[in-house]
Every structure is written in structure tokens, then in C-alpha cells.
Nanobody
Framework: QVQLVESGGGVVQAGGSLRLTCVVS????????MGWYRQAPGNQRELVAG???????NYADSVKGRFTISRDNAKKTVTLQMTALKPEDTAVYYC?????????WGQGTQVTVSS
């Protein structure tokens, strides 16, 4: 059984940075893509960044150049480094195993960016 635990959310001023970490237990981490999604109140959950099993990342247009996704297959972690944060980045951020809405989700971590 795959389990994901996110950490690193918080409150930050616009222009600031945060680093989210997702620790995975179970499953075949090194063989699966991973993703970070977010959901703001009243909005649908959207893909922020994904990373292939061998480390190739892709990003939503809204975060390109500001966010960086990375993974450590030995430690079974995936990280989202967020810089130049904007108030519109405020949301609950979710780690996803399998880069699919049908994959396994973490419990989410709140990111709040104040203007």
C-alpha cells in the first residue's frame, strides 16, 4: 500500500519561497512518475508540476521559471521548490503517486501567500 506524507507548507509574503517535500512509503517509487497538484477554494485541482521516474520535469505555464520539481529515488522523496511566490499560488498542495488522478494522494499541505 502506497502512502504519501507532505510537509513544508506555510504562510509567506509575496516574492518569498517555500519548499514542499513528499515522503513516499510502499509501492515502486523509482518506477513511477510523481506530481504536485494544487487546489484553491472554488477551483478544480490542477497539475502544477510532474516528474518522470528518471527525473524529467514538466510544469504548468503559470509556474514555469519559478517552481522546480525534483526527486530522490533512494530516499523516496519528491520536492517542489517554489520561488517568487504570488498570492494566486495560494492553495492546498497535494503530492501524487503515478501522476494520475487515479493515483494515490497525500493529505495535502496549505500554502498561503500574502500580498
Amino acid at each position: 500500500q502506497v502512502q504519501l506524507v507532505e510537509s513544508g507548507g506555510g504562510v509567506v509574503q509575496a516574492g518569498g519561497s517555500l519548499r514542499l517535500t513528499c515522503v513516499v512509503s510502499g509501492g515502486w517509487f523509482g518506477r513511477n512518475p510523481m506530481g504536485w497538484y494544487r487546489q484553491a477554494p472554488g477551483n478544480q485541482r490542477e497539475l502544477v508540476a510532474g516528474i518522470s521516474h528518471d527525473g524529467n520535469g514538466n510544469y504548468a505555464d503559470s509556474v514555469k521559471g519559478r517552481f522546480t520539481i525534483s526527486r530522490d529515488n533512494a530516499k523516496k522523496t519528491v520536492t517542489l521548490q517554489m520561488t517568487a511566490l504570488k498570492p494566486e499560488d495560494t492553495a492546498v498542495y497535494y503530492c501524487n503517486y503515478g501522476l494520475s488522478r487515479f493515483g494515490t494522494w497525500g493529505q495535502g499541505t496549505q500554502v498561503t501567500v500574502s500580498s
